[in-house]
Every structure is written in structure tokens, then in C-alpha cells.
Nanobody, 125 residues
């Protein structure tokens, strides 16, 4: 089992930046592909970004490419999401997720086995 806890959400204004953190425990963190997803009210949970176990490969949703950056620190068992140039439409609960490195590379939420409880990001206009 992998336990994930997200931190760093909050209320910000459009154009501001925010950094989300996700702390992992329970298994060897460097063996897991990590991802960030978000879910707005009334909408399905959507892919935001993913990063390989070594950090050498990343993928982003088109809606956040160039504004958000995913990174990880395996020594600290943590994954981060830097959110820049925030827009009101970025308002959502943000979740981190994990899947063992042997799984196929995927941006689909069904491809991830472990999830955090989420952290709320609210962007006012």
C-alpha cells in the first residue's frame, strides 16, 4: 500500500501561483509513476500531469501545458505541482496518484492505483 497526502491548496487570485505537494509513505517511492489529477464540481476527474519514477519523463494536459510543472524528490518521497498563471477555470480539488512502475505509462485515471484525499484550489477572478 502507498499512502498519499496532498498539501498546499488555497484561495488565490487569477494570475497567482501556487505549489502543491504530495507526501508518500508505505513503499519505495522511486518505484512509482506519480500523477496529478483534478476534479471540479459537476465534472469528471481529469488528468493534469504525470512523471516517471526517475523524473526523466513528464506529460501534461494541453490545458495546463506551459503553466504547470510537475517534479519529484525521491529522497523526500514527494511529488510537487507548481501552478503558475492560475485561471478561475483551474478551480478544483487536486489529487495526487501513484502506480507501480511496471504498469503502462498512462494519463487515464483508471491506470492509477493509489490516491490522496485531495486539496482544494480556488482561483478568484
Amino acid at each position: 500500500q502507498v499512502q498519499l497526502v496532498e498539501f498546499g491548496g488555497g484561495l488565490v487570485q487569477a494570475g497567482d501561483s501556487l505549489r502543491l505537494s504530495c507526501a508518500a509513505s508505505g513503499r519505495t517511492f522511486s518505484n512509482y509513476i506519480m500523477g496529478w489529477f483534478r476534479q471540479a464540481p459537476g465534472k469528471e476527474r481529469e488528468f493534469i500531469a504525470t512523471i516517471s519514477p526517475s523524473g526523466s519523463r513528464t506529460d501534461y494536459a494541453d490545458s495546463v501545458k506551459g503553466r504547470f510543472t510537475i517534479s519529484r524528490d525521491n529522497a523526500k518521497s514527494a511529488v510537487y505541482l507548481q501552478l503558475n498563471s492560475l485561471k478561475p477555470e483551474d478551480t478544483a480539488v487536486y489529487y495526487c496518484a501513484a502506480v507501480f512502475t511496471g504498469a503502462p505509462w498512462t494519463i487515464r485515471r483508471e491506470g492509477y492505483d493509489y490516491w490522496g484525499q485531495g486539496t482544494q484550489v480556488t482561483v478568484s477572478s
